[in-house]
């Protein structure tokens, strides 16, 4: 069985900070790994994607993610926040079966103030 | 690009009423296709999803059912709403395993 972890439900940063958002993994297969990005009141849409090519990969909006498989984790971030990063974001694995469903963490929601 | 179109937007239902929302998609065909269910403060929890016409798996027992009658028609339903069963629902679309979902922009229910 696969599962996510996102570590804080809620982050808070200045404008121009770095951004930091941990998710940690747990799966018995080499996983595939994802993280969106939801606006207030809408679905959500696909920042990076993690598919056991390069460790470190980028993303929409500036944003990037490196796997580390020693420690099993898939943090995002971006050297300088935004206003408009304001969000909810998730970071989510692969099933293990051949339908492409995704298993997803809690979210965290992601706060900028200026 | 796929394109998600669900609706409606905002249901307010009350406890014991029948439920659908109807999720098509354009721009793929043969898509696998999702629901979920984004609760306050839970994340998304797969509902159900569909790899094919007439093919629907269930991931968690619930008050709900999915059908898919057409290629990139899907449709969540409920006999009877339970005041548990309000959240926020998202469609989604993919294509071949591992391939990214496209979402649908959701439809916010509430059950009173």
């Known amino acids: 069985a696969q599962s996510v972890t996102q570590l804080g439900s809620h982050v808070s940063v200045s404008e121009g900070a770095l951004v930091l958002l941990r998710c940690n993994y747990s799966s018995s297969v080499p996983p595939y790994l994802f993280w969106y990005v939801q606006y207030p009141n809408q679905g959500l849409q696909l920042l990076l994607k993690y598919t056991s090519a390069a460790t470190l990969v980028k993303g929409i909006n500036g944003f990037e993610a490196e796997f580390k498989k020693s420690e099993t984790s898939f943090h995002l971030t971006k050297p300088s926040a935004h206003m408009s990063d304001a969000a909810e974001y998730f970071c989510a694995v692969s099933g293990s079966s051949n339908t492409g469903k995704l298993i997803f963490g809690q979210g965290t929601t992601l706060q900028v103030k200026p | 690009s796929q394109t998600i179109h669900q609706w409606p937007a905002t249901l307010v239902q009350p406890v014991g009423s029948p439920l659908s929302l109807e999720c098509t998609v354009e721009?793929?065909?043969?898509?696998?296709l999702y629901w979920y269910r984004q609760a306050a403060g839970r994340g998304l929890q797969l509902l159900f999803y569909?790899?094919?016409?007439?093919?629907i798996s269930s991931e968690v027992p619930q008050n709900l059912s999915a059908s898919r009658p057409q290629d990139r028609q899907f449709i969540l339903s409920s006999k009877k709403l339970l005041l548990s069963d309000s959240g926020f629902y998202l469609c989604?679309?993919?294509?071949?395993?591992?391939?990214?979902?496209?979402f649908g922009s959701g439809t916010q229910l509430s059950v009173l």
């Open positions: 569909s790899v094919g016409i007439g093919q």
């Open positions: 721009g793929t065909s043969n898509p696998n």
């Open positions: 989604a679309s993919s294509g071949t395993f591992n391939e990214k979902l496209f």
